[in-house]
């Protein structure tokens, strides 16, 4: 870790190139502030990894009752492999901002742009456990992705008190439960990434698009409360203490990481857990879990906002 490579990565963005995100300063400042972490897996580890992975596959195929792939890439990444691959997943967010966004104090706004997201990256890649990403908003023919950063779940298991290897399963389960919910509905990917468009592009009109933004976020409610019905049916474990004890190491922290987590909306992200497991225990408790899975049959089985805190409105909508 180099803190004074990552100051003056962002200093010199400044000064070279246009746009108003230094791109590659992005990446070298955000690596150089990040220890990497050792990728020094024993053969019994890399082993537990992949057998993690296919247990999830199998076991989640059979209680979901959907039928899905483990995406081709599937990797165990130190802190800097996790960069370097989302770099260009914001490079892909941001680049309609980039395209028309005004730049009032060029060399200023690129600089601070650039810290910016270089903070971001270098907190997430500290903290990230697993990440399933379905590269939205990808051009070509990019398969989706299956990372698992290594050295955050030795440290986390680590610090929680918990054996390593069930939590690195747990981690796994919850991410194969993602990639079950994609390759069930082949068009969540384009479902998301055109509310995300309509509400980038309102954005740089100067408007505010509140039903695109609405309809992701009710989206993704529906995406996380789901990948939890789908562990708490299909791990082979109770994991209650594994929730709690890590709930309770992110309400914890120093007041930087307090603050990047509530600027990066990680509690929003927390509450659409919860509020999207209420909505399929309930669906799953009444129905059973195949007519829970009804949501990835196609856009309209998706809860609306209200039925959301309403289960019985959608069940009597589409599974009377």
Do not use: C
Not at 79 to 102: C, K, L, S
Not at 263 to 278: N, P
């Amino acid at each position: 870790m180099n803190l004074f490579r990552s100051v003056r990565a962002v200093a010199d963005a400044s000064a070279t190139g246009s746009g108003t995100i230094d791109w590659d300063a992005v990446a070298e400042a955000s690596k150089a502030a990040t220890d990497p972490g050792s990728l020094d897996l024993s053969s019994a580890e890399r082993t537990g990894y992949a057998a993690d992975v296919s247990d999830a596959r199998e076991r989640l195929a059979v209680v979901a009752d959907v039928s899905f792939d483990v995406p081709d890439v599937v990797e165990v990444q130190n802190r800097h492999h996790w960069i370097d691959a989302n770099v260009e997943t914001f490079r892909r967010i941001m680049r309609p901002f980039e395209e028309h966004g005004p730049m009032v104090f060029p060399g200023v706004t690129r600089a601070v742009n650039t810290g910016t997201f270089a903070f971001v990256l270098s907190f997430l890649g500290n903290n990230v456990l697993g990440q399933y990403d379905p590269l939205l908003l990808a051009e070509g023919d990019d398969d989706h992705g299956l990372y698992f950063v290594h050295p955050n779940i030795r440290r986390v298991a680590d610090s929680l008190d918990v054996e390593y290897p069930r939590f690195r399963r747990w981690i796994a389960f919850h991410e194969v439960s993602h990639a079950a919910e994609f390759g069930a509905a082949p068009w969540l990917s384009t479902h998301l990434e055109s509310r995300m468009e309509r509400g980038v592009d309102a954005l740089i009109d100067g408007d505010l698009d509140r039903d695109a933004f609405r309809e992701l976020d009710t989206a993704m409610t529906a995406v996380e409360g789901y990948a939890e019905l789908l562990m708490d049916r299909a791990f082979d474990d109770d994991y209650e203490d594994l929730r709690r004890k890590l709930d309770e190491r992110r309400r914890g922290g120093g007041p930087v990481a307090k603050i990047a987590r509530r600027v990066l909306g990680l509690g929003l992200k927390r509450r659409q857990y919860e509020r999207g497991a209420r909505f399929f225990e309930y669906v799953a408790d009444e129905r059973g879990v195949a007519a829970a899975s009804l949501v990835w049959e196609h856009p309209e089985n998706l809860p609306t906002d209200a039925e959301l805190d309403a289960p019985e409105r959608w069940i009597a909508r589409v599974s009377p």
